[in-house]
């Protein structure tokens, strides 16, 4: 059974830090694309970041690029979003989830299908 654990979430002031990891378990996860997500209140899920199989291609949402990294372990199957000089409209619940195809890049949603529970990061100005 695929299972995604989230942690590293917090609250923190404006130009703060955080970095969130993602473990996951289940099976081997180095040839499948893995993402992060968020949600905040009142408004859809939004694109993060994501990052292939073998970690040599990235992609960052608009609003985060030069602010936020994306990496991965794939020893550990875990996936990390290193996020920066954070801003208060970065408030939200972050998930971590799977691209349900291998070998690919994706930034589509519906396209993952494996997901976390999801962690709150709240930055407060």
């Known amino acids: 059974q695929v299972q995604l654990v989230e942690s590293g979430g917090g609250l923190v002031q404006t130009g703060g830090s955080l970095r969130l990891s993602c473990a996951a378990s289940?099976?081997?996860?180095?040839?499948?694309?893995m993402g992060w997500f968020r949600q905040a209140p009142g408004k859809e899920r939004e694109f993060v970041a994501a990052?292939?199989?073998?970690?040599?291609?990235?992609s960052y949402g608009d609003s985060v690029k030069g602010r936020f990294t994306i990496s991965r372990d794939n020893a550990n199957n875990t996936v990390y979003l290193q996020m920066n000089s954070l801003k208060p409209e970065d408030t939200a619940v972050y998930s971590c989830a799977v691209d349900r195809i291998p070998w690919r890049l994706t930034l589509r949603t519906t396209e993952y299908n494996y997901w976390g529970q999801g962690t709150q990061v709240t930055v407060s100005s």
């Open positions: 990052i292939s199989g073998s970690g040599s291609s990235r």
């Open positions: 289940g099976r081997t996860f180095s040839s499948y694309t």
